[in-house]
Nanobody, 117 residues
Framework: QVQLVESGGGLVQAGGSLRLSCAAS????????MGWYRQAPGKQRELVAA?????NYADSVKGRFTISRDNAKNTVYLQMNSLKPEDTAVYYC?????????????WGQGTQVTVSS
């Protein structure tokens, strides 16, 4: 059974930092694409960062956020620096798992990040 459990969200002032963690289980973590999405109130869910053999970021977070992974711990992180009020959202950990020819997408339950001005 695939599980993605996020932690590390909270309330922070603008300019501050947070680190989100996502502990994964139930699949081949090292072989899977891991990512972070976010959804702000009234907005569509958007990709923040993803990690496979390389990393990619949304333009809005480049230079401020860093995705990393520890394959030995089956954990993916999102270091968020220089936070802005517009970064306020629920952040979701995602996993894209390939089994045979099929890709399966899994989501965590989300963790709230609130940035005050």
């Amino acid at each position: 059974q695939v599980q993605l459990v996020e932690s590390g969200g909270g309330l922070v002032q603008a300019g501050g930092s947070l680190r989100l963690s996502c502990a994964a289980s139930g699949f081949s973590f090292a072989l899977s694409v891991m990512g972070w999405y976010r959804q702000a109130p009234g907005k569509q869910r958007e990709l923040v960062a993803a990690s496979s053999g390389s990393t990619n970021y949304a333009d809005s977070v480049k230079g401020r956020f860093t995705i990393s992974r520890d394959n030995a711990k089956n954990t993916v992180y999102l270091q968020m620096n220089s936070l802005k009020p517009e970064d306020t959202a629920v952040y979701y950990c995602t996993a894209q798992v390939t089994r045979g020819l099929t890709k399966y997408n899994y989501w965590g339950q989300g963790t709230q990040v609130t940035v005050s001005s």
